[in-house]
């Protein structure tokens, strides 16, 4: 049962000329979304505290001397926001020529999308621009690290930190260019304290984590979105009640996902919920 939480003061947010009435202690992203604005996101997760890592959800605040990730900066009232001005699309433009130039978004939602409605090029900065290129790392059954497609956003690390999981297998290793997410001392995973939670697969926006059945579909080309359904139901293993949305393409469980908006798991599963599904 969810505990009712004390009523909150609604404030007024002007988006792009337009009254918005939010909660307070909205953020300006929740404020967007209230005034129907499509505002692009990588690193914000609906479960995590924000990072402001990705820097291509900035809009501009009147008054502000630089632009506000909208992810995490919390609305004021009286705030005036432009989402769409000629600075916050430029940066959008720059961020994602970058992402684009260094990291593979060819599995990254709705990014060529935002590539071409920003006129992005990551093309511009030549053929010697440096990569995060690398083989991906299979080293389970389970699912696969290919950080060639890493954006760097953390959530992987906070889901398995101390917001979710609090087992602390993964943590950012190196510095600037050569950073990247690590099990300690480089170990496979096998020898980590992972405990295969899939916890930061949900959450990673870029498939930079993926599940291994996912990752050798599209490897045979026979990944196929478009032909898959989708099906909430309730973990069969344990009496938590876990909701698990089961995805199946060709009358085959796929992979498994859980809804984010539930009281219960808010998106997180353990290995038996998110990858034990070969009996059925």
């Known amino acids: 049962m969810i505990p009712l939480q004390p009523p909150r003061r609604l404030i007024d947010v ?4 337009e009254a918005v009435r939010v909660p307070e202690g909205s953020t300006i992203l929740d404020a967007c979304s ?4 499509d505002i692009p996101t990588l690193c914000y997760g609906d479960t995590l505290t924000p990072k402001n890592a990705c820097r291509v959800c900035v809009v501009e605040v009147e008054g502000a001397r ?3 990730p909208a992810c995490s900066r919390k609305a004021e009232a009286g705030m005036k926001v432009g989402t769409d001005t000629d600075r916050a699309r430029q940066s959008r433009k720059v961020v994602l020529e970058l992402l684009g130039s260094s990291v593979d978004l060819s599995t990254t939602p709705r990014a060529a999308e935002w590539v071409a409605e920003y ?3 990551p093309a511009r900065f030549g053929p010697g621009a440096a990569t ?3 083989p991906a790392k299979v080293d389970n059954d389970l699912y696969v690290r290919d950080y060639s497609k890493c954006i760097m956003c953390y959530k992987c690390v906070d889901a398995c930190g101390d917001q979710w999981q609090n087992t602390f297998a993964i943590a950012v290793a190196g510095r600037g260019f050569d950073s990247t997410i690590s099990t ?3 170990a ?3 020898d980590s304290a992972c405990v295969y939670c899939g916890n930061c697969v949900e959450v990673c926006p870029t498939g930079a984590l993926s599940f291994k059945t996912e990752f050798d579909m599209r490897a045979e080309g026979t990944w196929d979105e478009t032909r898959q359904t989708e099906t909430t139901t309730i973990c069969s293993y344990c009496g938590v009640g876990c909701n698990l949305t089961l995805h199946v393409q060709d009358n085959k469980i796929v992979k498994v996902s859980s809804p984010h908006d539930n009281p219960v ?3 997180n599963l353990c290995v038996k919920g998110r990858f034990g599904y070969g009996y059925v």
């Open 14 to 17: 002007e988006i792009d000329g």
């Open 34 to 37: 209230a005034a129907g604005k």
């Open 66 to 68: 630089t632009l506000a």
């Open 119 to 121: 006129g992005a090029d």
């Open 132 to 134: 995060v290129e690398q």
């Open 184 to 186: 300690e001392f480089d």
């Open 188 to 190: 496979p995973l096998t």
């Open 265 to 267: 798991t808010k998106g």
